[in-house]
């Protein structure tokens, strides 16, 4: 950040907008990971069930994916000054709603106001840094806030489980006060307004309806679990709502002339398989971490801190790559660092098989590193693939759609991953128990296991089935990555910078 500084003519009158910039795009990075390390920490004190600990991200993520297409749009009818001053004190009224949740519906509304918040955040500190820097360094600001918004979704764990180990997990969310109020007040001071000079048409029919289907979704696989799937009527009714809104969505698409997302991207192939590679990298990138904490924390009953400071090298690896895949020469050719990218996520997913209940630190802090390192090789790699080869004119609708593939995959993947594990947990379970005879009513939930002896027993065979379902989902998103990796044979020779 120094260097963007010290060489930028305006430097000195700009430098605590790009500040606050990188620092508003850093807490909303790091609130979606925070809670992670100290789950057993909320999970208790709100009583909150084990399917629901998922909703903890997903519903930020989700909010997230409804208000972003927004931002660009919001800017130029009210003002990108004051819609970002009203996102900083929306984010930061989300932060003090977590702290006074006593239940879990009032938690996840709490981290759905952040969510939405954070949606419009993240673009508007982009579009201000681009803004006040000249052309010449845009590149290296698009490089820093990248290696921002990492540094914020790889620490969250570390500080969330430090914080929860030695205070009271609501410190998670009052650290973020005074940042967003520096943030709040370094704008308000140095920033000045900027509006279209023509309100901007926004497509509300197409977002709304897009929306619709991704939420209707969402719900369904956030619900799934607890409602006994389709013998319910409520996710019958979210598995329609998700259809009816997809379906609205592509005939607007394919009758409208103009909406928030230009069917041109789509014929453009670089574009369209690199956002189905980001969307796996999404897949990846937070599904690891939901569920590599848990595992450390309840399963092989590592302190809170203990666990936070384990994600620390899978961060370094990740940031290390990105920032050495931005320096490559243009004339290596991209599909080499992709090919290269993906082998080391797989690679990094294949150890995470190996974990056992005997395993010590090792095996995690090594799989994490190389699956950090195949990440932090992707996401530069992809992001410059991606827009190689498309006009210029459509890299702002490009650029929203881009992101919102890695939000869809993260927060898809958290869902699925989470839902899948449950369920192979308990399957997992009765398998074990089921031939522990004379033992064989621990596989019953009628059974009884009031003797401490068969408790115990009940616990251990619980620790173990959970573990193999943890497994089998490092599994899933393994094969995931598998599947995509071909498409890399697909793309076209990038044309140069």
């Known amino acids: 950040m120094s260097a963007i500084l010290a060489s930028t003519p305006a430097a000195d009158g700009h430098r605590g907008i790009i500040v606050a910039a990188l620092m508003a795009t850093y807490i909303q990075a790091a609130a979606i990971s925070l809670p992670n390390a100290a789950l057993l920490y909320i999970q208790g004190s709100l009583s909150m069930s084990d399917d629901e600990v998922g909703w903890i991200f997903t519903s930020y993520l989700a909010a997230s994916i409804v208000t972003m297409p927004m931002a660009r749009w919001l800017a130029g009818r009210y003002g990108r000054k004051s819609v970002y001053q009203i996102s900083i004190a929306i984010f930061a009224l989300g932060l003090v709603l977590a702290t006074r949740a006593t239940t879990p519906l009032q938690f996840i509304a709490a981290r759905v106001v952040q969510g939405g918040a954070s949606g419009t955040i993240g673009p508007l500190s982009m579009a201000i840094l681009l803004d006040i820097l000249p052309p010449a360094r845009h590149a290296r600001a698009n490089l820093m806030a990248a290696v921002t918004l990492l540094l914020g979704l790889l620490s969250g764990p570390s500080i969330g489980g430090w914080l929860s180990e030695y205070h009271d997990w609501r410190s998670l969310f009052y650290v973020g006060l005074p940042v967003a109020g520096f943030v709040f007040l370094a704008m308000a001071l140095l920033l000045p307004e900027k509006r279209a000079g023509q309100t901007p048409s926004f497509d509300f029919f197409g977002l709304t309806t897009f929306s619709f289907g991704i939420i209707g979704l969402q719900m369904l696989l956030d619900r799934g679990e607890r409602m006994e799937w389709f013998d319910s009527a409520e996710i019958w009714a979210e598995a329609a709502a998700s259809v009816l809104g997809f379906y609205l969505f592509l005939v607007h698409v394919l009758t409208s002339k103009t909406h928030f997302l230009d069917k041109a991207l789509f014929r453009d192939r670089n574009f369209v398989l690199s956002a189905i590679m980001y969307f796996a990298f999404g897949f990846v990138l937070l599904p690891t971490i939901a569920l590599t904490s848990p595992m450390l924390d309840e399963l092989l009953n590592y302190p ?12 370094l690896a990740l940031v290390g790559a990105l920032i050495l895949t931005a320096h490559v020469p243009a004339r290596i050719d991209s599909r080499l660092l992709l090919a290269s990218g993906m082998a080391l996520v797989i690679y990094g997913n294949w150890r995470m098989l190996g974990y056992s209940p ?3 630190w090792r095996p995690v802090i090594v799989a994490g590193m190389v699956q950090g390192a195949g990440l932090g090789i992707l996401l530069p790699t992809l992001t410059k693939t991606a827009f190689s080869t498309l006009d210029p004119t459509f890299r702002p609708e490009g650029t929203a759609f881009f992101n919102l593939s890695r939000l869809y995959g993260s927060t898809i993947g958290i869902a699925l991953v989470l839902t899948f594990f449950y369920d192979n947990t308990q399957a997992m379970h009765v398998a074990l128990a089921k031939d522990l005879a004379p ?16 408790a115990m027993l009940n616990d251990m065979i619980t620790g173990q089935a959970a573990l193999v379902g943890v497994i089998g989902q490092f599994k899933v998103m393994m094969i995931a ?3 995509v990796s071909p498409l890399v044979l697909f793309l076209r020779t990038p044309r140069p910078s």
């Open 481 to 483: 990555m598998l599947i």
């Open 304 to 315: 809170a801190d203990t666990t936070g400071y384990m994600a620390i090298p899978r961060s």
């Open 358 to 360: 005997e395993m010590d």
């Open 439 to 454: 033992y064989r009513a621990a596989a019953h939930v009628t059974g009884s296991i009031a003797a401490p002896g068969l």
